[in-house]
Structure formats: structure tokens, C-alpha cells
């Protein structure tokens, strides 16, 4: 158990204990209290909000209360002092062997360290990256696909079996659109001048060996023939060709999904038939028209009967066709139903969105409460499109895409780890600029340097250590003063980080607090260019040596921890 996981078990027994004393009524409900770090660290090492969330439903005054709650907490051989502060807020300083024995548990628990198995038996579905499968993967999808990963990776290391899950828009016109541009380089493979690529098809090189292909398995067979003649076929031919594109450009980054689910079988199967007719069985489906636009009506609208989810019943500002006049299903038809089968299968589901579809979140949202009756937990994460620069300025398209600039060219030039680590370096909903030059530049600004670069000093240590000479049994950690114990207490929050960044569903705060605890060790490893008695390495006091080779090794450890989840490696030594 963690230290701040101990002392909220450490709290719920001392709220027992007044309980039982008669200080305070029992069945009480305590899931707003916190134990903390406090936000000005001059107050302590912990903080809680106890007697501020229970004073109120227990009829009594905060400040009375929080007196009751430090005589209790005062009675723990780990706590130094507690003090009460303001209108009721508790703050607790901890003995410094306290401290040394988190500093143990880092280095014992190595890889498990911040590991938990609070979230054991939930299934959580998280999907991402869904890109339509109609070319490669460019830097638009680049970010969603990290931020995806790495959220999946975090909800892992709280005990939640995660399913990766990516979702093949392949029933709607752009594969259409695909097949009729796979078509034109099949006649290109087979000699003949197709000119120009017609606007409105694909016009990127990377269809180019599709059509060889399709090209030596079929010569000239569908040369003249009319489009239905070819049509489903180059679509499914072209759509297979794409996927295998795709999970190789993903594979750059280190990305895999456990599922690809198909929207066209999702339709053969008819699970959007499943889905309207459960909903009308419930009433949340019915025949009706849809409001006129506002404004100066266009000259091809008419009132249609449609048969319409009600959505504004859970939120959604109208309701909503889920067919078109046609028969055909709508995007959100049949986007509900694949949302009613991932929900058969998990009890959480996330969906990890560009920014450009804000508009469709209280639509789907609605959906997925109407159909799982509001028990299963849905997010939508929506993530902001990434700004190529390069010294400032924006970045040339590709030429093999045709339109982008794809992720393998930009993985391929400052790698893999670079790219995983920037792309967690702001909200997901946040704006972000990628500047090539910047990204590589060895400064204090580049977070994925600053972070890389503390773990590269941790792993020279015992390099240096080895070469002096230096061996180290067990360490005497009582050579660890208050500014190198200061180190330990920022690394001891690295279990809480974790939880708290799965439960709010943002990965990203896995690389802040590296950055934060980073240039903490980098603080302590500069004092010792002005005082070299502050140096980790002193070969004429190896007792002091081996504590602070200890203390790097955890703070190595916690990095390492962290990275794992971001899915970057953590280096050894930097070029």
C-alpha cells in the first residue's frame, strides 16, 4: 500500500475512532475526503479536508471537529505533527523515517511502483485512432492515437482490463471514393494515361501499388467494365490494402489494437436493426418529422417522416434520424448501434475524437445512456488537431500523400519516443504546435530532453560508481537529509498521480508530473557544481555515496514507471 493510500486508511480509522467515541454520528458519508499534499508545502507533508466535508452533516463546527481529528492523527508513530489550520483544514508533518521507508518501498516495489488493482473487474473499451480507411496515417490522427494508447496503458496499471478497440468507417462513400481512385491506378498499372487524378478522388502515390496489385490479379478484367461491375470488389480489395498501411504506420508508434471492428459487417449483421428495435420496445425511437431549418428555406426541403431517436430526452438538444429518407442508415444510426455493441461487451467506454467532432458528442452520448439504461460510464475525449512547424514555420505537405503530411515521415525523423512524449505534453483538448526543431533541441524547454536527460543522469551514476570502485550493500538512509528526503516526497506522489490522471481520463498528466519531478533532480544533482559535498557520487564518504545512489535509483525508477505508461522508452545515455 502506497503512502497516501496508508494514510487515508490511517483517517477512516481515526474518523472510526470518533465514531465510536461518540464525536461523531455513525454512516457518514466520506467519499469527498481527500488526504493530499497541501498546496503550500511550508504546512506540512499531508493535508485533509475531513473535518470540512463531515463538520456540516454532523452538526458541528469544523474547526472543533478538526481538533478531535489531529488528537487522533497525532497518535501515529509516522507523524511528526499535526497542526489545524483556518476554518478546518488539517495539515500533517511526517517523520523523516517515514520518508526513508517510501524510499525503500520505491526501490522494492521497482516496476510496480504506482501499480494498482482499484479498478479490477471493470472492462473499459477504449476507442481510437478510427481513422477512415481510405489512406495512411497522417499527424491529424497522430495525437488521438497516443493520447489513446497511453490512456488505455494508464487505465491497465489501475487494475482495469482494457480493450484497444479501432473502428473501420468502411460503409460509407469515401471507400467508394477509395475504390473508384484504387480503380484508376489499376488502369495505370496496366499502361494506360489516366492523365490528371479527377478532383474528388484520392490523389496520393500510396494508391499506386494497390493498383499494381489489383493490376496482377485481375489484368485487364475490369478495364472497360461498368462500375457495378467492380465496384464492391476494388472497394473491399482497396479497404484490406489500407488496413494493412494503417497498422503498420501505427506500429511506428508502438500502437496495436486488440479489435478492428467493421461498420459494413457491423450493417450485414443488422445490429442496427438490434438497436432501433430495442429502442422503439422502450420508446426512445419513434416515426416523426424533423423541424424546419431556420431561416430562408432551402428550394429541395421537404417534411419527411423519419424514424427519430429521442435524444433530447437525454440531454441532446433535438432528436435525432437515425435513417435517411433513402433507407440508408445515418452516421449516427448506425454509429449507435456499433455503440450498443461495444457496451454488450465492457462496462466503460471511452471514445477518443478529433476536436471537429465536438458537434456529434451529446448525440452519442445520449444514445449510449438510452441504450445501457445510464449504467455504463461513456467519455468522449476530443483532441485538438497538432500545427507542423519547422523553425517557426509551418511544414510542406507530402507528396506521397497527396494532401498531409504523413506520421511515418514524422516518426522516421525524430522518432518514435519523441513523437509519443509531445504529443502528452499539453491537454488533449489543447492546441499544440510540433516544431521539428524544437522537439530535438537539448534545453530545459523540451520536456521530452529535460525528462529523458534525468533518467540518462540517474543510469550514468553507477556507470561512475563502477569505474571508482564504488560498491554499495545495504544503504544507511539516515545520510539523506531534508532536501534530498524533499526529492523523496514528490516521487511518493507518483501512485496518486497515476490514479488521479486515470480517473479524469488524461494521460498527460503522467508526463507534467515528470517534468516536475525531473527538474526536482536536476535542482539536487546542480547543487553540487557550487558545493561538491552535495555531489551523488563522493568517493571519500561512501556512506552518504550509497544513500544517494539509492535515492537516484528510485527517482530512475519512478521515471521509468512513468515513460512505460506514455509508451517511450527510457534512455540510458543521451548522443
Not at 34 to 45: I, L, S
Not at 209 to 224: I, M
Not at 237 to 253: R, S
Not at 508 to 523: C, G, M, N, S, T
Request: negative net charge; charged residues 25%; proline residues 5%.
Amino acid at each position: 500500500m502506497t503512502l497516501y493510500l496508508r494514510f487515508a486508511a490511517h483517517l477512516n480509522a481515526a474518523l472510526d475512532a470518533l465514531v465510536a467515541a461518540g464525536d461523531l454520528p455513525a454512516g457518514l458519508e466520506r467519499r469527498a475526503v481527500t488526504v493530499e499534499p497541501p498546496r503550500d508545502v511550508t504546512h506540512g507533508d499531508l493535508a485533509t479536508n475531513a473535518a470540512m466535508v463531515l463538520a456540516k452533516p454532523a452538526g458541528t463546527n469544523p474547526r472543533a471537529l478538526a481538533e478531535k481529528i489531529a488528537a487522533e492523527l497525532e497518535k501515529l508513530d509516522e507523524v511528526a505533527s499535526v497542526s489545524v489550520a483556518g476554518p478546518g483544514f488539517i495539515n500533517l508533518t511526517l517523520t523523516d523515517d517515514t520518508w526513508r521507508d517510501e524510499l525503500q518501498a520505491i526501490n522494492l516495489a521497482a516496476g510496480d511502483y504506482g501499480r494498482t488493482d482499484g479498478g479490477a473487474g471493470v472492462t473499459v473499451n477504449v476507442e481510437y485512432v478510427s481513422a477512415n480507411p481510405t489512406g495512411p496515417m497522417h499527424m491529424g490522427h497522430c495525437r488521438g492515437a497516443v493520447v489513446g494508447d497511453a490512456l488505455a496503458t494508464l487505465l491497465e496499471a489501475v487494475g482495469n482490463k482494457v480493450v484497444r478497440e479501432y473502428y473501420v468507417n468502411d460503409a460509407g462513400g469515401q471507400v467508394d471514393v477509395l475504390a473508384r481512385s484504387a480503380h484508376l491506378r489499376y488502369r495505370e498499372a496496366l499502361g494506360h494515361d489516366i492523365g490528371e487524378i479527377p478532383e474528388g478522388l484520392y490523389p496520393g502515390d500510396y494508391l499506386k501499388p494497390v493498383g499494381e496489385r489489383l493490376a496482377r490479379e485481375h489484368g485487364d478484367a475490369f478495364v472497360d467494365k461498368p462500375e457495378r461491375d467492380w465496384l464492391a470488389l476494388f472497394r473491399k480489395e482497396a479497404v484490406a490494402d489500407m488496413l494493412v498501411m494503417i497498422k503498420t504506420d501505427l506500429a511506428l508508434l508502438g500502437i496495436h489494437h486488440d479489435l478492428f471492428s467493421s461498420e459494413a459487417e457491423l450493417q450485414a449483421a443488422g445490429k442496427p436493426e438490434i438497436a432501433e428495435a430495442w429502442l422503439r420496445e422502450h420508446d426512445l425511437v419513434y416515426d416523426g418529422v424533423l423541424e424546419a431549418p431556420k431561416g430562408e428555406l432551402p428550394d429541395d426541403w421537404e417534411p419527411v417522416e423519419l424514424p427519430l431517436f429521442r435524444s433530447s430526452k437525454f440531454g441532446d438538444d433535438q432528436d435525432r434520424p437515425i435513417k435517411k429518407s433513402n433507407g440508408q442508415w445515418t452516421y449516427f444510426g448506425a454509429d449507435m448501434a456499433y455503440h450498443f455493441q461495444k457496451a454488450q461487451a465492457a462496462d466503460q467506454l471511452i471514445d477518443i475524437w478529433g476536436a471537429d467532432h465536438a458537434g456529434t458528442v451529446k448525440r452519442i452520448t445520449a444514445a449510449v445512456a438510452a441504450l445501457t439504461g445510464g449504467k455504463t460510464r461513456f467519455d468522449v475525449k476530443l483532441v485538438q488537431m497538432v500545427r507542423l512547424l519547422r523553425a517557426g514555420e509551418p511544414v510542406k505537405m507530402s507528396k506521397r500523400s497527396g494532401n498531409f503530411v504523413t506520421l511515418a515521415d514524422v516518426v522516421n525523423e525524430v522518432g518514435r519516443d519523441v513523437v509519443r512524449f509531445t504529443m502528452l505534453t499539453r491537454k488533449a483538448d489543447a492546441q499544440m504546435d510540433f516544431d521539428f526543431a524544437k522537439v530535438v533541441e537539448a534545453s530545459k524547454d523540451n520536456p521530452v530532453f529535460y525528462v529523458q536527460y534525468a533518467h540518462a543522469r540517474v543510469a550514468s551514476l553507477h556507470r561512475r560508481a563502477a569505474e571508482a570502485n564504488i560498491a554499495c550493500g545495504t544503504p544507511d538512509l539516515s545520510q539523506l537529509d531534508t532536501r534530498e528526503l524533499a526529492l523523496v516526497k514528490l516521487a511518493a506522489q507518483y501512485p496518486r498521480t497515476v490514479e488521479g490522471a486515470a480517473a479524469a481520463r488524461e494521460p498527460h498528466r503522467i508526463a507534467f508530473y515528470l517534468y516536475d519531478l525531473a527538474a526536482e533532480f536536476h535542482a539536487l544533482w546542480n547543487m553540487g557544481n557550487d558545493d561538491p559535498s552535495r555531489r551523488f557520487l563522493l568517493p571519500d564518504n561512501i556512506p552518504a555515496t550509497c544513500a544517494r545512489l539509492f535515492l537516484a535509483d528510485a527517482i530512475g525508477q519512478v521515471i521509468r514507471n512513468g515513460l512505460a505508461i506514455m509508451g517511450v522508452e527510457a534512455v540510458q545515455e543521451l548522443n
